[in-house]
Every structure is written in C-alpha cells, then in structure tokens.
C-alpha cells in the first residue's frame, strides 16, 4: 500500500471532498439487492458531517467545518493530525474510490463480527476487492461510518448481489435517478414497495 505524506493526504481529502459534494452529498440512494431468493432493499444518505470519519483524520474542527473547508480548497495541513498506524493511509488509498461505487456494479452484506469492533451493520463493496464501506441502520435512511480498503467477501456474510440501485435529492419524494441496474433486470418487476417509491421516466 502506497504511503502517502500529510501534503499528498490534504490533496486527496479536498479533491474527494469535492467529488463527493458533487455525487453524494444530499442525496438518497435506494439499494435493491438479492438475498436468499428475496428481493430486499436498504436506503442510505450522505451527509456533510459523515465525510470527515471517513477519512480517518484527527481535528478540532466540526464535521460540517471540516468538510465545507476541504470542498472549498480552504484546508490546511495544519487543521487535522495522522495516526501512526496506518489506519489513514489506509482510508486515503480508497478514499478516490467512494464517489463512484453506487454509480457501478457492486455488492451488499452483513458485518461479520470477527472481533473487531465496528459500528457497522453492513458493507458495500465494489467487485474489484478494492473498497468497501461500512453503514450503519439509523431508522429510515442509514448512514456510512467505516471505509475499508478490503474485500467486502471479507468483511460480510452473506455477500448479495446488487441489483439496481436509484438516487434522489433529500427533499424529493420519489427515487427519480437510476445509477445502476444489473443486466437482465426490470424494474416494474421488483416487489411493489418498491416500484412505489421510484418515479423514473
């Protein structure tokens, strides 16, 4: 794994930081997945204050303060610190990775508590074995906690197959945006629950 220096870690952060305003930020996005012969679904939101754990940096600086000066090129090197164990460097290696996963084949599963202790309930992960990160169920929308250089099949069992995933603004209704659907699938076919929260044209 590339070892990057804290100038290189500040680069990454505020060029995600932006990708991330610009894919994820505000949006909703529905996951429909196949899972012991059932078609379920999760939905999940990406907000200002979740970017900053997902870094892995140490700052004084709120979550929001943090991510409005990284998206807008005003954060320095001496506004946050990096571990000595790699635990960054980690998340910096992924972290280009995380505004394109639900734009693209991926897959879905349940943490497997090995031990390690991670306030997540599960992961989504890409095909390539490269990103992986970790969500947790916060009522109706649930939010990311953990990112992970690693293999979802590592992280999850059982690890499912996702079949479409659609986007929305916060404050629309219905999922009007399809980002991703599997080959072979249709969409007025999924269960009614949800086909009724899509408005696609």
């Known amino acids: 794994m590339k070892k990057y220096s804290k100038l290189q870690v500040l680069q990454i952060i505020t060029k995600c930081a932006k990708e991330y305003k610009q894919v994820l930020l505000g949006r909703h996005f529905l996951i429909v997945y196949q899972k012991s012969g059932q078609v379920l679904y999760k939905c999940i939101s990406f907000r200002d204050y979740n970017y900053l754990h997902l870094t892995g940096v140490k700052t004084k600086l709120s979550a929001r303060k943090f ?31 995380l505004s394109q996963l639900l734009y693209n084949n991926c897959m879905i ?26 969500f947790q169920q916060k009522g109706e929308l649930d939010i990311p906690v953990t990112l992970y250089h690693e293999d979802i099949k590592k992280l999850s069992a059982p690890t499912c197959k996702v079949l479409a995933i659609f986007s ?20 007025s076919k999924f269960p009614t629950e949800i086909v009724q929260r899509l408005e696609l044209g």
């Not at 320095?76 to 610190?81: A, E, G, K, Q």
Request: one cysteine or more; a negative charge.
């Open 67 to 97: 991510f409005e000066r990284a998206s807008s090129d005003r954060l320095s090197i001496n506004d946050f610190t990096v571990d000595n164990y790699g635990k960054v460097q980690q998340k910096i290696n992924v972290l280009p990775y």
């Open 109 to 134: 599963g349940d943490f497997i508590n090995s031990g390690v202790w991670i306030q997540a309930d599960y992961f989504v992960g890409d095909t390539r074995a490269v990103i992986s990160v970790g």
């Open 168 to 187: 929305k603004m916060y404050n629309e209704d219905k999922y009007s945006n399809c980002t991703y659907l599997s080959k072979g699938q249709v969409i």
